[in-house]
């Protein structure tokens, strides 16, 4: 069997449903999931493999069943043959689980001896992959080996009968970890029921860090705009929207509109932050996502997550325990450090957090589940790939929000969101994030891949990393090369890679590409025509800056500026300045990226100077755009030059018509996506009409846009088979495995 079946009680329940059919024989974990030898009747061997598919354990997922008869054996009985008993391979650390619905019952139950026990787990949830020191998975080499188990969890932990059959992180109030109440100093507060004691002081307004499974949250209120704008002050994030969770589903229900595969994900195992509409008036602080009409939802996934829920009075903000763009804080003195004079309280416990891990954050995009953000609850689950690698190999990843990968075999594993390599900090939590990886796997990369700019930290890691072969790959090849491999595609491929930047082979800053793409290398079949960036990335966050270079491209001399809302907000001097700077094409760099589109457009049609922060002003534009319009602006193709261009001067001319005719902003941004829509569509068909026709796959940032992704795809699939990202991000966190497959099959040529 194979599929996620390590780390879930797969093999007690194995055991416990070959024991009621009837069945001899044993089953075993191997490198490749679980293994079966049964004996018995043929009617009851088919009841067997009847209910193996039929009923798995809760976090399982069973993908596939291979059967084939074996000769006969005389077993008198069904066993489970121990991890280290096979052959000594190393046997995989499964992701983190949330608290299951058997483990909720007991939680919630007087009567039993885990009564409102923060730390209750057994075989179908609990922490993993976090509490994991080392491989194998076992009690000794996790955080929970310093603590010694009663004799009744002894007897549950080697019963095969018991739901907590070696079940790691085992535990109960006379033998596991405890909880502990800190004031804002770090020093411990007397408090008979530490998180009744939080629960207060989260209802009065305070922040409180509390200690999650792969790291330290900030909480407070969420339905409190004082605790809230407290908090992003504290945390120096003004803007940027912060996760709430919900005490449970219908908690969630009442602050967001949600649909049936939006339940299904707030409630699965992995427990994500989900991306959902919120509802108007729902009691949720407007400061917790500032003129957005979406909120980052989850719900508790640990039982320390549920009794909190349960005794406040609202559901609460809960965002990663860090000051804005570090690393997540996971150690209890570490995090008493580096979140004093932001948190009021502490809430910790004795259970080490071994490896950290961030929050998951995914969203439904087309129809399917779409992760922005790759973590906890994912990592480390490989992606298998569509041909084994000949050696293994190692992706550093991107810039931003960075993740790493490393492949053996036909298996790759995408690491832990790391963040934005721009600080000391998130340097080394990637170098160490990086090593335990390779400890964990066993995997020692001989090819390591990283991005073409010569300065980024990933590539000098790459560069300085002894004994392997760096091998650079272009940020877009590797996109499209990461949406191949999850697609399990050969190749060639038609590859529309749209984001706001990553370095081209001719030294440009690219971002609206289509590639015909093999993993081996690409052509660069079209791209858009480049907006200046005055300053360079100076006007990344000034958006302005991009909106005026927009509108002197498409108008000349003629330009519209004093009659744009936009620039009457601009100080006269910045203007004459950047104005000239474009004129004179002085300290401008050419930029292709789609992105730089988005916020252009969205700085015009909405007003806004500055992006907050990356990707704001183009969300708030996605979120701007009416659903139902159908209308588009003209636009123009240039096939005369090699790449193709997508011209957009006309486009831009017609917006800024209607914007100065006081169209409404809502239709502006959808003919602005219909446009790029149909763009896209025109270089596809005529990319196809060359070249044959591919499959193609759409990815990069840009396609976290659902407006943009589902007008693509519609717009090509009754001719070409479209593929979006699913498990693996669209966005830069899924470069990691793009860089691998690139790199794999240029350093075997
Ligand atoms: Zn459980
Ligand atoms: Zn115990
Ligand atoms: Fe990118």
Same mark, same amino acid.
């Given at each position: 069997?194979?599929?996620t079946?390590q780390g879930v009680?797969?093999?007690?329940?194995?055991?416990?449903?070959?024991?009621?059919?009837?069945?001899?024989?044993?089953?075993?974990?191997?490198?490749?999931?679980?293994?079966?030898?049964?004996?018995?009747?043929?009617?009851?061997?088919?009841?067997?493999?009847?209910?193996?598919?039929?009923?798995?354990?809760p976090a399982?997922?069973?993908?596939?069943?291979?059967?084939?008869?074996?000769?006969?054996?005389?077993?008198?009985?069904?066993?489970?043959?121990?991890?280290?008993?096979?052959?000594?391979?190393?046997?995989s650390i499964p992701p983190d689980l949330a608290t299951c619905?058997?483990c909720?019952?007991?939680?919630?139950?007087?009567?039993?001896?885990?009564?409102?026990?923060?730390f209750?787990t057994c075989t179908h949830c609990g922490p993993r992959y976090t509490i994991a020191?080392?491989?194998?998975y076992?009690?000794?080499?996790t955080t929970m080996?310093?603590?010694?188990?009663?004799?009744?969890?002894?007897?549950?932990?080697?019963?095969?009968?018991?739901?907590?059959?070696?079940a790691e992180p085992?535990?109960?109030?006379?033998?596991?970890?405890?909880?502990?109440?800190?004031?804002?100093?770090?020093?411990?507060?007397?408090?008979?029921?530490?998180?009744?004691?939080?629960?207060?002081?989260?209802?009065?307004?305070?922040?409180?860090?509390?200690k999650g499974l792969g790291g330290?949250?900030?909480?407070?209120?969420?339905?409190?705009?004082?605790?809230?704008?407290?908090?992003?002050?504290?945390?120096?994030?003004?803007?940027?929207?912060?996760?709430?969770?919900?005490?449970?589903?219908?908690?969630?229900?009442?602050?967001?509109?949600?649909?049936?595969?939006?339940?299904?994900?707030?409630?699965s195992p992995i427990r994500p932050?989900?991306?959902?509409?919120?509802? =108007?008036?729902?009691?949720?602080?407007?400061?917790?996502?500032?003129?957005?009409?979406?909120?980052?939802?989850m719900?508790p996934y640990t039982p320390l997550h549920?009794?909190?829920?349960?005794?406040?009075?609202?559901?609460?903000?809960?965002?990663?325990?860090?000051?804005?763009?570090?690393?997540?804080?996971y150690?209890?003195?570490?995090?008493?450090?580096?979140?004093?004079?932001?948190?009021?309280?502490?809430?910790?416990?004795?259970r080490?957090i071994a490896t950290p891990c961030d929050d998951s954050?995914?969203?439904?995009?087309?129809?399917?589940?779409?992760?922005?953000?790759r973590s906890r609850g994912y990592v480390p689950r490989?992606?298998?790939?569509?041909?084994?690698?000949?050696?293994?190999?190692?992706?550093?990843?991107?810039?931003?929000?960075?993740?790493?990968?490393?492949?053996?075999?036909?298996?790759?594993?995408?690491?832990p969101h790391?963040?934005?390599?721009?600080?000391?900090?998130?340097?080394?939590?990637?170098?160490?994030?990086?090593?335990?990886?390779?400890?964990f796997?066993?995997?020692?990369?001989?090819?390591?891949?990283?991005?073409?700019?010569?300065?980024?930290?990933?590539?000098?890691?790459?560069?300085?990393?002894?004994?392997?072969?760096?091998?650079?790959?272009?940020?877009?090849?590797?996109?499209?090369?990461?949406?191949?491999?999850?697609?399990?595609?050969?190749?060639?491929?038609?590859?529309?890679?749209?984001?706001?930047?990553?370095?081209?082979?001719?030294?440009?800053?690219?971002?609206?590409?289509?590639?015909?793409?093999?993993?081996?290398?690409?052509?660069?079949?079209?791209?858009?025509?480049?907006?200046?960036?005055?300053?360079?990335?100076?006007?990344?966050?000034?958006?302005?800056?991009?909106?005026?270079?927009?509108?002197?491209?498409?108008?000349?001399?003629?330009?519209?500026?004093?009659?744009?809302?936009?620039?009457?907000?601009?100080?006269?001097?910045?203007?004459?300045?950047?104005?000239?700077?474009?004129?004179?094409?002085?300290?401008?760099?050419?930029?292709?990226?789609?992105?730089?589109?988005?916020?252009?457009?969205?700085?015009?049609?909405?007003?806004?100077?500055?992006?907050?922060?990356?990707?704001?002003?183009?969300?708030?534009?996605?979120?701007?755009?009416?659903?139902?319009?159908?209308?588009?602006?003209?636009?123009?193709? =240039?096939?005369?030059?090699?790449?193709?261009?997508?011209?957009?001067?006309?486009?831009?001319?017609?917006?800024?018509?209607?914007?100065?005719?006081?169209?409404?902003?809502?239709?502006?941004?959808?003919?602005?996506?219909?446009?790029?829509?149909?763009?896209?569509?025109?270089?596809?068909?005529?990319?196809?009409?060359?070249?044959?026709?591919?499959?193609?796959?759409?990815?990069?940032?840009?396609?976290?846009?659902?407006?943009?992704?589902?007008?693509?795809?519609?717009?090509?699939?009754?001719?070409?088979?479209?593929?979006?990202?699913?498990?693996?991000?669209?966005?830069?966190?899924?470069?990691?495995?793009?860089?691998?497959?690139?790199?794999?099959?240029?350093?075997?040529?």
């Amino acid at each position: 069997m194979r599929g996620t079946v390590q780390g879930v009680g797969f093999r007690p329940w194995v055991y416990r449903l070959a024991r009621r059919t009837g069945v001899a024989g044993r089953v075993l974990n191997d490198a490749a999931g679980v293994t079966i030898e049964a004996f018995g009747s043929e009617p009851d061997i088919l009841r067997f493999l009847d209910r193996l598919a039929a009923e798995p354990p809760p976090a399982a997922a069973i993908e596939q069943i291979d059967a084939e008869p074996i000769p006969p054996e005389a077993t008198p009985d069904f066993v489970i043959v121990s991890s280290e008993a096979t052959d000594g391979r190393r046997v995989s650390i499964p992701p983190d689980l949330a608290t299951c619905g058997d483990c909720l019952t007991e939680l919630s139950d007087p009567a039993d001896r885990r009564y409102r026990y923060p730390f209750i787990t057994c075989t179908h949830c609990g922490p993993r992959y976090t509490i994991a020191r080392d491989v194998p998975y076992d009690r000794e080499t996790t955080t929970m080996a310093s603590f010694a188990m009663c004799p009744a969890c002894r007897e549950e932990y080697t019963s095969p009968e018991s739901r907590r059959f070696h079940a790691e992180p085992i535990a109960c109030p006379a033998c596991g970890p405890s909880l502990a109440l800190l004031d804002a100093d770090g020093r411990p507060v007397a408090a008979p029921d530490p998180i009744e004691a939080a629960a207060r002081a989260l209802d009065a307004g305070l922040v409180v860090a509390v200690k999650g499974l792969g790291g330290f949250h900030l909480a407070c209120d969420a339905s409190s705009p004082a605790a809230v704008a407290a908090l992003r002050a504290r945390k120096r994030r003004e803007q940027k929207p912060l996760a709430v969770m919900a005490a449970d589903l219908d908690a969630a229900g009442r602050l967001a509109l949600l649909t049936d595969d939006e339940r299904r994900l707030l409630e699965s195992p992995i427990r994500p932050i989900v991306l959902v509409l919120r509802r =108007d008036g729902a009691g949720l602080a407007d400061e917790v996502a500032p003129d957005n009409p979406y909120v980052g939802l989850m719900l508790p996934y640990t039982p320390l997550h549920h009794l909190l829920l349960r005794a406040v009075r609202s559901p609460l903000v809960m965002t990663s325990g860090n000051l804005s763009e570090e690393p997540l804080a996971y150690r209890n003195d570490e995090a008493v450090e580096r979140l004093r004079g932001i948190a009021d309280l502490f809430l910790v416990h004795d259970r080490d957090i071994a490896t950290p891990c961030d929050d998951s954050v995914v969203r439904l995009i087309a129809g399917r589940t779409t992760l922005l953000r790759r973590s906890r609850g994912y990592v480390p689950r490989p992606v298998r790939l569509p041909a084994a690698v000949a050696h293994p190999t190692l992706g550093c990843g991107a810039l931003l929000k960075n993740t790493f990968c490393l492949a053996r075999g036909d298996e790759a594993w995408l690491g832990p969101h790391v963040g934005d390599l721009d600080s000391l900090a998130t340097h080394r939590f990637f170098e160490e994030a990086i090593a335990r990886f390779e400890r964990f796997l066993g995997i020692r990369p001989e090819i390591v891949a990283h991005d073409l700019h010569p300065s980024y930290h990933t590539t000098r890691y790459a560069l300085t990393r002894a004994g392997v072969t760096p091998v650079g790959v272009q940020h877009h090849h590797a996109h499209v090369a990461a949406a191949m491999a999850e697609h399990r595609l050969e190749g060639p491929v038609l590859g529309v890679a749209y984001d706001g930047t990553g370095l081209g082979t001719d030294g440009t800053a690219w971002g609206g590409e289509l590639l015909l793409a093999w993993y081996d290398r690409f052509e660069r079949l079209a791209t858009f025509r480049p907006i200046p960036l005055a300053g360079g990335d100076t006007a990344i966050r000034q958006v302005w800056r991009l909106a005026l270079a927009l509108v002197v491209d498409a108008y000349g001399r003629d330009a519209p500026i004093g009659r744009l809302p936009l620039f009457r907000q601009v100080p006269r001097r910045d203007l004459v300045v950047v104005g000239q700077l474009l004129e004179g094409g002085v300290q401008t760099v050419p930029a292709h990226g789609v992105g730089r589109y988005f916020d252009a457009f969205g700085a015009l049609g909405l007003g806004l100077t500055v992006s907050a922060f990356e990707g704001q002003v183009a969300m708030a534009w996605n979120h701007a755009a009416h659903p139902h319009e159908r209308r588009r602006y003209p636009f123009d193709l =240039d096939t005369t030059r090699q790449p193709w261009i997508v011209d957009l001067r006309r486009t831009t001319r017609a917006a800024v018509g209607e914007l100065l005719a006081h169209q409404p902003a809502s239709l502006v941004s959808a003919r602005f996506h219909n446009t790029l829509v149909a763009a896209t569509a025109a270089i596809v068909e005529r990319a196809a009409a060359e070249h044959g026709r591919r499959p193609v796959v759409l990815t990069g940032g840009c396609f976290q846009n659902p407006f943009l992704a589902e007008g693509v795809r519609a717009a090509l699939a009754d001719r070409f088979a479209v593929h979006l990202h699913g498990e693996v991000p669209p966005g830069d966190g899924g470069i990691a495995l793009g860089q691998v497959m690139v790199a794999q099959a240029k350093g075997s040529e």
